[in-house]
Each structure stands twice: as structure tokens, then as C-alpha cells.
């Protein structure tokens, strides 16, 4: 048996419309139950669109790029019934079951859905309260199985059944919280930051927040509390390397590029992270395992009048210089103009921000999780350093490298941060 399922824009709390960043399935796809349709993303998370049923791609109704809304149509699957024991395992206690609706799943600790209108209800005025450590969370099955696919610790969700049961609609109450930064999991249990009324010791202004800082701020907190972090400080000396430069600047003009440092420190860490392949991989989602990645995109941090912006550009490896030149001014170019692509910040491996430009002696800048590893780089300065028995004036420039301790150890990142100031005191390495 076959059946047409229309899969509508879930609940999507506050926002009127969002963004369809991603379109995961093409028509003639074959999806799985949960099989992630599409990516949305709002001001402060984004969110992917599960199937509702196992079957094929008919109709596509949404572009890459456009607004939806709540309740318009993304796609509609030729559905085929499941085999009983699946609809056994999927299936709820009768008081839980619901008519199949789709559900914004959020990779945590982002997330969103809540309740269609039509079906939300006020809490009862008593709650069994969250679990506690010595108790575990009463809920059955199918709820558990919601639970982890929105990523949801169940131990931290009040439960509005009988006797404290936790309800599908306790999950999306609380997984809602959470998107908006308002849930415990916006903080990691750490305690807010008390409000206050400056405006009693004197007179203020009220700026509202762009949103690329939102964005941002949201993602910056998540690593921060997420990542064990760890920056160490190095500096190398490219008073060669700046000759280098200096002496390709014409050629540089002639091919309509603007050759600064930054592409020949791509290409040096690209060439630094194929000899230390661990700062070119992932944390598996279990913690078990490493994903090493075999390509080498570089996020860069673009300072916009807006907030910064991380543009990727990619197989930095396989580019040369004068290639990376122009992307980087290309894309540097759209992220101030606001003209930047869903597909232009993502699938980065490693992230740049170069501060080089500003000031600065040195910096600890936040890993861009789930990247393992971000370097920093400071203003050169030219000082007397000792060659041999004498001293010379070399142009010496400090790199700071965060990284993730849970993969990356001391003795590996000096190791990795020394190869880097080897190949950008001499970037014939880079061809080696």
C-alpha cells in the first residue's frame, strides 16, 4: 500500500518565516522514518525537518534559499506502510498517540518545535518536576525515542502526566526552551547572570543586537561551554616570506588580486593539518571515534560592519596562492555586502581569524566546534632576534592556536604549531 504524506513547516515559535539553508533530498529520493528532509534556520538556531514516513520523493515545493513558513508545504512523499514490528517500535501508549505531524529536529544543543496550535493545551497546574539523579525519567518508549532524536536530556524535562510522566509535549516544551535561550541548557546549569537597571546610576542606550551577533554569540557560548579549551602561543619569522610577497605584488596587480599574508598562511596550514591530520577532524557525536577529514576547507573570519562572518573557502590545497588571493577577496567582498551564500559558511575543517590587520601581541580565540582547532594570528613585528652569535632585525609574527583537548594534547598541538612557523619561514616547504 502507498499513500501521498504532505510534510508541512513545523511550529516555528516566534518567527513568521525562516530560512531554507539546506534541501537534503532531490524528487525519485528514497527516505526513511526521521530521515532528515531540509534545514531551516531562524535568528537564533536552525533546525532540520524529519520525514514522517518511509517512502519516496514525489514533489519538492521549496527552494534553497527561500522563506517558508508555518504550515507551508515542503515536500510531498509516496509513502509505504511499515512492517508491524516497526510501527510497534515506533508507536506510543495509547494516551500519548498523535496524529503523524512533523517535528523540527535541532542538533543540541540548539532546538525548537513545539506544539501545532491546534493541539497545544496548558500545563496542568501541577508537575511531577524533572528527574532526579536517583530517579530515573518516567516516560515510555516512544518518548525516549523523541528524546534522543531531538537530543533532549530527559533528566532535565518536567513531566506534566500522571505520577510526573514526561510527555511528548514536555520534550517539545522544553526542546523549544532551549532554541530561544531560555531552557537550562542555554547555560549548562551554569546560574544567570542577574538583570539589573543601569539606568539608576545614570543614563544609557538601548542597542538592539544585529543578527549575525546573535547568531554568533549563540554559537561562540555553545563551544565555549561545550569544548575544553586550551590556546598556546608561538610566533614565526617571515622576514622572507614578506620579501616574497613584496616581490609578487605586481604580478599579483596584473592578475587583478590583491596578494596579502593570509593566503600564504592558507596555504601553510593546509600543508601543516596534512602532516597532523587529528587538527583536520571531527569528535565523533558518541565521543568514541575521530573523523578525519581527507579535504582541507579553511573558514576565515571576515570582520563586517555587522559582526564577524566565517566564509570557507575550499581545497585550499589544491589552489595556489594567487587563486586563494582572489576567492579571498571575492568572498570577503560578499560577506560585507551581506550576499553570502548558505553553502559559502559551511563545511569548514579548520578556521583562520587574523587579527593581523588591527593589532594585537596575541589572542585566545574560541574553537569553532565542531572543528577541533582555530589559529589566531597577531600583528608582525619587526625585532632584534639572535642568528647564531649575532642579532638581526626579523619580522616575527605570533600565532595563537585553541584547540579541543578532548582530541588534541599539548605535545601534539607544539608539534603541529612548530611545523606551521617551519613552512612559513620558508614557504618553499609548502611544495615539498
Known amino acids: 500500500m502507498s499513500d501521498k504524506v504532505p510534510v508541512v513547516v513545523p511550529d516555528i515559535g516566534d518567527f513568521d518565516q525562516v530560512d531554507v539553508v539546506e534541501v537534503l533530498v532531490a524528487v525519485g529520493d528514497d527516505v526513511s522514518v526521521d530521515q532528515s528532509l531540509i534545514t531551516l534556520e531562524s535568528d537564533k538556531a536552525s533546525m532540520e525537518v524529519p ?76 508537575r511531577g518536576g524533572p528527574a532526579t539523579s536517583t530517579s530515573p525519567p518516567h516516560a515510555s518508549p516512544a518518548v525516549r525515542r523523541f528524546a534522543r532524536l531531538l537530543g533532549a536530556d530527559l533528566t532535565s524535562v518536567s513531566g506534566s502526566g500522571a505520577k510526573g510522566r514526561i510527555l511528548r509535549e514536555d520534550v517539545e516544551a ?58 598556546q602561543h608561538d610566533e614565526a619569522d617571515i622576514t622572507d616570506l614578506e620579501a616574497f610577497r613584496r616581490a609578487h605584488l605586481d604580478e599579483a596587480r596584473e592578475r587583478g588580486v590583491r596578494l596579502t599574508l593570509l593566503a600564504f598562511l592558507m596555504k601553510a596550514v593546509a600543508a601543516s593539518l596534512a602532516e597532523f591530520p587529528e587538527m583536520n577532524s571531527s569528535l565523533a557525536p558518541d565521543g568514541e571515534s575521530l573523523i578525519l577529514k581527507r579535504y582541507f576547507h579553511l573558514g576565515v573570519a571576515v570582520d563586517t560592519p555587522d559582526g564577524l562572518v566565517v566564509p570557507v573557502v575550499r581545497d585550499v590545497d589544491r589552489k595556489s596562492v594567487y587563486a586563494l588571493a582572489g576567492e579571498l577577496g571575492e568572498v570577503s567582498g560578499r560577506a560585507r555586502e551581506r550576499k553570502l551564500r548558505p553553502a559559502d559558511i559551511q563545511g569548514a575543517t579548520f578556521t583562520i581569524s587574523s587579527l593581523g590587520g588591527i593589532g594585537g601581541t596575541a589572542f585566545t580565540p574560541i574553537v569553532n566546534a565542531p572543528e ?32 579541543d583537548h578532548r582530541v588534541i594534547d599539548g605535545a601534539y598541538a607544539v608539534r603541529f604549531t612548530t611545523h606551521l612557523c617551519s613552512v612559513l619561514a620558508d614557504i618553499r616547504r609548502v611544495v615539498l
Not at 495509547?94 to 496548558?122: C, D, G, H, I, L
Not at 551554569?190 to 539606568?199: G, M, R
Open 51 to 126: 520525514s514522517p514516513a518511509a517512502g519516496r520523493v514525489v514533489e519538492i515545493a521549496v527552494e534553497l534559499g527561500g522563506q517558508v513558513g508555518e504550515g507551508d508545504l515542503i515536500l510531498t512523499i509516496e509513502a509505504v506502510e511499515l512492517p508491524a514490528e516497526e510501527r510497534e517500535e515506533t508507536a506510543g501508549p495509547s494516551e500519548e498517540s498523535e496524529p503523524t505531524t512533523v517535528e523540527a529536529t535541532v542538533p543540541a544543543p540548539s532546538a525548537a518545535p513545539r506544539p501545532s496550535p491546534s493541539r497545544r493545551r496548558p500545563p496542568p497546574p501541577a
Open 174 to 231: 522544553f526542546v523549544k526552551e532551549v532554541m530561544t535561550g531560555r531552557g537550562p541548557a542555554a547555560g549548562a546549569g551554569i546560574p544567570p547572570v542577574p538583570e539589573i537597571d543601569f539606568s539608576k546610576f545614570g543614563p544609557i542606550e538601548s542597542k538592539p543586537l544585529g543578527r549575525i551577533r546573535r547568531l554568533s554569540a549563540a554559537s561562540l557560548q555553545r563551544s565555549w561551554l561545550n569544548v575544553p579549551h586550551v590556546t
Open 372 to 403: 577541533v582547532g582555530i589559529l589566531g594570528v597577531s600583528r608582525a613585528v619587526r625585532r632584534p632576534v639572535y642568528i647564531g652569535a649575532g642579532l638581526a632585525p626579523r619580522l616575527m609574527l605570533p600565532v595563537s592556536l585553541s584547540y
